[in-house]
């Protein structure tokens, strides 16, 4: 569990990395605030009881209100998504694999489709529920159809990974010709929320929707890494894994119900926000090498960081207008995917 | 003195952002979200005051110079709180609702009006308006300039049809290539082709994408096609080619193929949408003669 000496400066490289984004989420935003507000602000929000004055009392109601729901939310998203494709990858034994595979993302975004186009069929509910009819539906999306998924890979009480990852593609592409059904129902305003949606954005972050997500996030961040040895064991091979004494069928079911949880509360929270799980967990791969007791939390720090940084080029790119995340992660990931193809070659 | 007044009114709105807005009171810095609604704005006089608009507030012009916010239902709570706003001017539209939370709870007062293309809603719209920029006749001047320009306009379709048989009209969401939308029932589409004297002969609801033969099977005598780039014979040539199945209509073949701009058709009735209709009505009854300026004019 402990870090050997080799990979020690990574990771206190990654920690400072992933405070000093933090710091600048906070700081950084399309209303400038000097420094000074800034901090003294930060500290007031700490409890600390320092003289206030209108400009800091502005600082303290951007921070509270806006930046820290806003990073807080980000912080989750990045590492749950990272930390699930890291799940993914080991179970797969595929690098390739990301989240998505196990249907949770379409499942997702045929849920929010389902809450976007019908939403108005919905109109007899609650006053206080239709604010999170979008992201209840999003999130019940990606577990069903992930537990479909399960149920098809599942054969004489065990799961076959080959046959749960063709039947995620097959309902993958089932729900996305669903979504494009919903799509072609859908009129010129819907149509835009929805592909907004797709894109993703930390935009509008509340306490209340926060919560959820950071209790699922904490949940997969303590879980998984109680599994790591079983994902180096299966690394190996599955009846290599089983032989050395894992419980494997149990793992892979963890594996699986992680994923649907942290990815469905992250989806549903910020929408889809692509690549941050695919590439992530390749990069640290190559920094800390396949041992996923490194591997997990590297990838934990440096998910987070990612999508913060990412955030922060949405937020400042076109201010005041806003950029939708998934096109700042797609943008950065993609092309480093490349790199990553390329510089394997040689 | 006057100074402590403005001071005041600003807590005023600051604190009591539902109150009615005193004059001394009268929110100064406005972000525009909905195209409709920041035309009235400038209509009204009140273009001085806005300080950011969002991405389909494109008329006129010099809306574009402004800040763009973004989208109207993507609205981001700190970009538009960096542009120090009193006052957030939207339709049904703007969203999503938990920034506008976030705007509220920073003292901006949002001001929800609809977008729905009725003459009483674009009648409460200006009354509030007026309210908002302190100039409540103007206001009133041009609802009744509006509704009296709608009014002549009946009268010359009314005339115009003693003459003419109203024509068969479908209009298009053109964009160049793919197969063009067309406008249904329940759109604003309809709403001014009706408005204009023509018929809409398309029976599904919203834009729809039709296939050829559905098309060349309704046989407009008027296509109408919402399209900007359409200006000039080469542009309509080209659309004809790359659309064979609109170059076998009657439409076609007459060379009744009329232009209007899109932006007519979102966020309910604008200022312009009077001239819209003259322009398509001349198009739909080619023997009267055309409603001019000066028409306009008279009550």
């Known amino acids: 569990m402990i870090p050997t000496l080799s990979t020690r400066p990574l990771f206190i490289a990654l920690g400072l990395l992933l405070m000093l984004v933090l710091w600048l989420s906070l700081a950084l935003g399309p209303v400038n605030l000097p420094l000074g507000d800034t901090l003294r602000a930060a500290l007031r929000l700490l409890g600390l009881p320092l003289a206030t004055d209108d400009a800091v009392q502005q600082a303290e109601l951007i921070l509270a209100q806006i930046r820290m729901p806003r990073t807080l939310l980000g912080l989750a998203v990045g590492t749950v998504l990272a930390l699930c494709g890291v799940a993914m990858q080991g179970l797969f034994r595929n690098p390739l694999a990301d989240p998505g595979l196990v249907g949770v993302s379409s499942g997702a975004a045929l849920g929010a489709a389902v809450a976007i186009v019908g939403g108005a069929a919905f109109g007899g509910l609650p006053e206080a529920f239709a604010p999170y009819l979008l992201s209840l539906c999003a999130f019940a999306g990606g577990l069903l159809v992930t537990a479909l998924v399960y149920r098809l890979g599942r054969r004489d009480g065990q799961i076959h990974v080959a046959t749960m990852l063709l039947a995620g593609i097959a309902l993958t592409a089932l729900a996305g010709a669903a979504i494009g059904l919903f799509t072609y129902l859908a009129d010129d305003a819907t149509l835009r929320t929805l592909t907004f949606w797709n894109l993703g954005s930390l935009n509008g972050a509340s306490y209340a929707r926060l919560w959820p997500l950071l209790l699922a996030t904490l949940a997969v961040a303590l879980w998984l890494p109680r599994r790591a040895r079983a994902l180096n064991a299966l690394l190996l091979g599955e009846s290599e894994a089983r032989h050395l004494g894992f419980d494997i069928e149990r793992v892979k079911r963890e594996l699986v119900f992680c994923t649907a949880l942290g990815v469905g509360a992250a989806v549903a929270a910020a929408g889809l926000i692509g690549f941050i799980g695919l590439v992530v967990p390749h990069l640290m791969r190559l920094l800390v090498g396949p041992d996923h007791r490194l591997l997990l939390p590297a990838s934990a720090l440096a998910g987070a960081s990612l999508l913060l940084l990412a955030d922060l080029v949405a937020r400042l790119a076109l201010a005041p207008a806003e950029l939708p995340i998934g096109i700042v992660t797609a943008l950065i990931g993609a092309p480093f995917f490349l790199y990553l193809l390329l510089r394997g070659r040689h | ?299």
Do not use: C
């Open chain 2, 1 to 299: 003195m006057r100074l402590a007044n403005i001071l005041g009114g600003l807590a005023a709105v600051l604190l009591f952002p539902n109150l009615v807005l005193a004059s001394e009171s009268l929110p100064q810095r406005w972000v525009s979200s909905g195209g409709a609604l920041s035309e009235w704005v400038v209509v009204l006089g009140g273009e001085r005051k806005l300080v950011g608009v969002d991405t389909t507030s494109r008329h006129p012009v010099s809306l574009t110079q402004l800040p763009s916010v973004g989208y109207q239902r993507q609205l981001a709570a700190e970009g538009i709180l960096a542009l120090r706003p009193d006052l957030l001017l939207g339709s049904e539209e703007m969203g999503p609702p938990p920034v506008l939370e976030q705007l509220a709870a920073a003292g901006v007062h949002i001001e929800r009006l609809t977008a729905r293309a009725e003459l009483h809603s674009l009648q409460a719209n200006l009354q509030r308006l007026g309210q908002l920029l302190g100039d409540e006749a103007g206001a009133q001047r041009a609802f009744a300039d509006y509704q009296a320009r709608l009014q002549t306009q009946q009268q010359w379709v009314e005339q115009a049809q003693r003459s003419q048989e109203a024509p068969g009209v479908l209009l298009l969401l053109g964009h160049a290539g793919g197969s063009p939308l067309v406008g249904g029932v329940d759109t604003a589409a309809d709403w001014l082709i009706n408005r204009a004297g023509g018929r809409n002969l398309a029976s599904h609801s919203g834009y729809k994408a039709l296939s050829s033969e559905a098309l060349l099977a309704l046989d407009p005598q008027v296509v109408v096609v919402a399209d900007r780039a359409l200006e000039g014979d080469a542009a309509r040539r080209a659309l004809l080619q790359q659309n064979p199945a609109l170059a076998g209509t009657r439409a076609a073949r007459e060379g009744r193929l009329l232009a209007l701009d899109p932006t007519l058709l979102v966020g309910g009735l604008g200022p312009r949408v009077p001239d819209g209709l003259a322009m398509l009505a001349a198009g739909f009854y080619p023997a009267s003669q055309p409603l001019t300026a000066e028409a306009k004019r008279e009550p």
